[in-house]
């Protein structure tokens, strides 16, 4: 046996690190296992938007979650720091989705008003504002700009470095971080589970498994149907600029060393994390209809990474019933939910009662009966 902890997290991404950060800030011993730099990794390869308007529009639990996440960021930012952690650039400033034309206008006011009708969505506080305002806001934006929805809710921080942060922070509560651990097998072992990996046999008193889009064939051996699949979104970089962007864009965003990240598309191109260059030119010319300045910026870097996509995009949360003790976890938006992962949903692990809390989460909403 290469290992027995409390409990076993297989996948240190986004999720199983924030699961597992906090799992031991309750004092819980953890072992993640990893695969390493060879998986998919969508946490490697996204765009650190801490955002909340748009978010749970057929779904009010996830707007209600979602803004719960925001609200916890900046002590869970805090509270890695004070565990050997490092500053994650966090900025919670607000945030627009800019329109193009009047139709774009018309459809984000319909997604407020319909959000706003939601039983239960809670307050994300999201308003339309006209051309004029939005020009106050951002002088550079172009002609075809037609308003915004804007949200104060909205952020960003540095996502690598969110990731490191939780590494650390979690290494300093004695989680253990096996990397090359690619995990091939899970199974029931007693009144535990045991993990046979590429590392060796690791067993664990509890079971979380939050391997990003890997969850569909490994969930299954413990009871579980998660049936999430990749979605390819491109990432490009352009050299330093001069201040442009003052607020955060849902599609683009200026750092702090004045490099311009946009890129906010969705492909399903199966397990393919090459680039298409057709895609990256639709990207580059969208964003120059909004930022005409950025006709000449020269693109530096570009990435593509595979999102993990729920059929209907939300987050599926479920312990197994067969396998009680057994929890996959799920989410495309793993960046804005991990300060509710870490602080929320990891302390519910550990006291029970997850499927009552996090009912709407459930793998279950896609089993239609046959009556039905
Ligand atoms: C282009 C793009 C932009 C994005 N932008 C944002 C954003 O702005 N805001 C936001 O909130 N989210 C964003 N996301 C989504 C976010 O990155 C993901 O929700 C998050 O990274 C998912 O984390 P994860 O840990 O579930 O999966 P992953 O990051 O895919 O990590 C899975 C981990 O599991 C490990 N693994 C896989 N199989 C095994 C195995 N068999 N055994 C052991 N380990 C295994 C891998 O090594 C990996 O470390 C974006 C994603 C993409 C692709």
């Given at each position: 046996?290469?290992?027995?902890?409390?409990?076993?997290?297989?996948?240190?991404?986004?999720?199983?690190?924030?699961?597992?950060?906090?799992?031991?800030?309750?004092?819980?011993?953890?072992?993640?296992?990893?695969?390493?730099?060879?998986?998919?990794?969508?946490?490697r390869?996204?765009?650190?938007?801490?955002?909340?308007?748009?978010?749970?529009?057929?779904?009010?639990?996830?707007a209600?979650?979602?803004?719960?996440?925001?609200?916890?960021?900046?002590?869970?930012?805090?509270?890695?720091?004070?565990?050997?952690g490092?500053?994650?650039?966090?900025?919670?400033?607000?945030?627009?989705?800019?329109?193009?034309?009047?139709?774009?206008f018309?459809?984000?006011?319909?997604?407020?008003?319909?959000?706003?009708?939601?039983?239960?969505?809670?307050?994300?506080?999201r308003?339309?504002?006209?051309?004029?305002?939005?020009?106050?806001?951002?002088?550079?934006?172009?002609?075809?700009?037609?308003?915004?929805?804007?949200?104060?809710?909205?952020?960003?921080?540095?996502?690598?470095?969110?990731?490191?942060?939780?590494?650390?922070?979690?290494?300093?509560?004695?989680?253990?971080?096996?990397?090359?651990?690619?995990?091939?097998s899970?199974?029931?072992?007693?009144?535990?589970?045991r993990?046979?990996?590429?590392?060796?046999?690791?067993?664990?008193?509890?079971?979380?498994?939050?391997?990003?889009?890997a969850?569909?064939?490994?969930?299954?051996?413990v009871?579980?149907?998660?049936?999430v699949?990749?979605?390819?979104?491109?990432?490009?970089?352009?050299?330093?600029?001069?201040?442009?962007?003052?607020?955060?864009?849902?599609?683009?965003?200026?750092?702090?060393?004045?490099?311009?990240?946009?890129?906010?598309?969705?492909?399903?191109?199966?397990?393919?994390?090459?680039?298409?260059?057709?895609?990256?030119?639709?990207?580059?010319r969208?964003?120059?209809?909004?930022?005409?300045?950025?006709?000449n910026?020269?693109?530096?870097?570009?990435?593509?990474?595979?999102?993990?996509?729920?059929?209907?995009?939300?987050?599926?949360?479920?312990?197994?019933?067969?396998?009680?003790?057994?929890?996959?976890?799920?989410?495309?938006?793993?960046?804005?939910?991990?300060?509710?992962?870490?602080?929320?949903?990891?302390?519910?692990?550990?006291?029970?009662?997850?499927?009552?809390?996090?009912?709407a989460?459930?793998?279950?909403?896609?089993?239609?009966?046959?009556?039905?």
């Open positions: 046996m290469a290992g027995s902890s409390d409990v076993i997290v297989v996948g240190g991404g986004l999720v199983g690190s924030a699961v597992a950060y906090g799992l031991a800030r309750e004092g819980a011993s953890v072992t993640i296992l990893d695969e390493g730099d060879v998986a998919f990794r969508a946490s390869g996204n765009f650190g938007l801490v955002w909340v308007q748009g978010k749970g529009d057929g779904m009010p639990d996830y209600s979650w979602t803004r719960r996440s925001k609200d916890l960021y900046s002590g869970f930012a805090e509270g890695m720091l004070e565990h050997n490092r500053d994650i650039e966090l900025k919670q400033e607000g945030g627009l989705e800019l329109c193009l034309g009047e139709e774009s018309r459809e984000n006011e319909e997604e407020i008003r319909r959000m706003h009708n939601q039983p239960g969505v809670g307050e994300n506080d308003r339309m504002i006209d051309a004029d305002e939005v020009r106050r806001i951002m002088p550079f934006v172009g002609p075809e700009v037609t308003g915004a929805s804007f949200s104060p809710h909205d952020g960003h921080v540095n996502p690598l470095y969110l990731l490191r942060s939780l590494h650390a922070a979690a290494q300093q509560l004695g989680v253990r971080y096996v990397s090359g651990a690619r995990t091939l899970i199974a029931k072992d007693g009144d535990g589970f993990a046979e990996t590429g590392a060796g046999t690791f067993r664990g008193g509890k079971l979380v498994i939050a391997a990003g889009i969850n569909k064939w490994l969930a299954p051996m009871g579980l149907d998660i049936p699949k990749p979605n390819r979104g491109h990432i490009l970089i352009t050299e330093r600029m001069q201040p442009i962007m003052p607020m955060l864009l849902v599609n683009a965003r200026q750092t702090a060393d004045g490099t311009i990240n946009f890129g906010n598309s969705h492909e399903d191109a199966g397990y393919d994390t090459s680039i298409n260059p057709t895609k990256l030119g639709e990207i580059a969208n964003v120059v209809r909004y930022f005409p300045i950025l006709k910026a020269r693109i530096v870097r570009t990435w593509s990474a595979l999102r993990v996509m729920a059929p209907d995009g939300f987050p599926i949360y479920r312990e197994s019933e067969t396998a009680p003790g057994a929890f996959s976890i799920s989410c495309h938006s793993g960046v804005t939910l991990a300060a509710a992962h870490a602080l929320d949903l990891a302390p519910t692990i550990l006291k029970g009662g997850f499927n009552e809390r996090f009912a989460f459930s793998s279950e909403r896609f089993h239609v009966s046959p009556a039905a």
